[in-house]
């Protein structure tokens, strides 16, 4: 085990290229949850939650047309995460369904997918938008980012990621056909439709109300999603 | 921009779980290659190799029945790697065609794919394996692996990945249906066939002749793959 000197912001990709207010606002100082209390993540903003082994986090999407991106770290080992990658070799399928366990990049259970309310379209292709997303699209100033937000919510709660795992694109609705083509649409989910993942083990969840708002993934019109922990 | 002490076995992905001949045969001492010389990915084995923007990589299967795993970094900024989710979000697509931009987590294109002489069945779904896979199928004891494969290949040159990105699996006969549903199965290449990619930026690119020899994709026999630079 050798240590050394880095600068981070050089050597990894930990640096948002901006602020929003998901760094001002976490849940609690630690990220932390009251059980039973339903919390808010803004829409374009992030939140991260600690969500202990056993306890489940039901993720609602208030609106029905809002697409979530989702992470999830081991909170004792950051560089242990929910990995798409990963997760697809694990159950031979592309996409997630309740009783599919969410593995990470150590090939190891972090989440147990329990309940889907929605008709079960989700998204594991699809990187997490950042600033280089909304550069090729036009924009010049800054842009809030499901990337950003990511960074934001765990810096937030005193964390830090020195990458930004493919998310787990809750709502996202990215039909492919078997020949690889892929299509962005609007979202098939209805107001208050429901996911639920039991954490395996002690895990840090982060949720970003995606900000995307030039394509139509989210009807154009940013909104917020809740969140519970029990 | 801050610095601050790290242990980078605890904080990032870096370290390999064990040790093959990768890390004392590199092709040169820094990954430089002689133009126009092909070498060999030995089976089980990784290799690293510097391609200087404008240069042209032509990685041959010689075998036909053989999986590479394939990398890119920006050589001057290792944090900056070509990646699945970005490249199927940049090109509305699963699997990369001849054409295509490669792109990095920036989202800035690092190699172009130029040509194609097999069928165009290459997967960009699955993680490539790793100790954990193998631990998972029941080996008990080190199996090589392309994750340790790309870790070792670089240390072979002084260089690091905090991060194993997701490969880009030539070769790898993965497919899907539009339910999304993946099976596993072995090469429809011929021997010979080969791939030529264009380095856009100074990049180090990545190969392993995958050691899968538990599940079928490289008909059960490892084999070498070959590269050339020019």
């Not at 938008?129 to 937000?149: F, K, M, Q």
Request: charged content about 20%.
């Amino acid at each position: 085990m050798t240590t050394e000197t880095l600068a981070p912001a050089i050597v990894d990709n930990s640096e948002p290229a901006g602020v929003n207010n998901t760094l001002r606002a976490p849940i609690s100082t630690d990220g932390t949850p009251e059980l039973g209390k339903t919390y808010e993540v803004p829409a374009r903003m992030g939140r991260a939650v600690r969500v202990a082994a056993g306890q489940t986090i039901r993720i609602t999407n208030t609106h029905g047309t809002q697409v979530c991106d989702m992470w999830a770290f081991n909170v004792n080992s950051m560089n242990e995460f929910l990995s798409m990658e990963h997760f697809r070799a694990w159950v031979d399928r592309v996409n997630p369904q309740p009783g599919d366990a969410m593995v990470t990049n150590h090939r190891r259970p972090i989440l147990t997918f329990k309940t889907d309310t929605s008709p079960g379209v989700h998204d594991t292709l699809i990187a997490p938008c950042d600033i280089h997303r909304y550069r090729t699209l036009g924009v010049e100033e800054y842009h809030d980012s499901c990337a950003d937000n990511l960074r934001l919510a765990l810096k937030a709660i005193g964390l830090r990621t020195r990458e930004v795992p493919g998310s787990l694109n809750l709502w996202m609705n990215i039909p492919f056909d078997a020949q690889g083509g892929i299509q962005w649409q609007t979202t098939v989910s209805q107001p208050g439709d429901y996911v639920e993942f039991v954490a395996v083990m002690d895990c840090v969840v982060v949720m970003s109300s995606c900000p995307q708002d030039i394509i139509v993934i989210n009807s154009n019109k940013p909104m917020p999603v809740h969140f519970t922990v029990f």
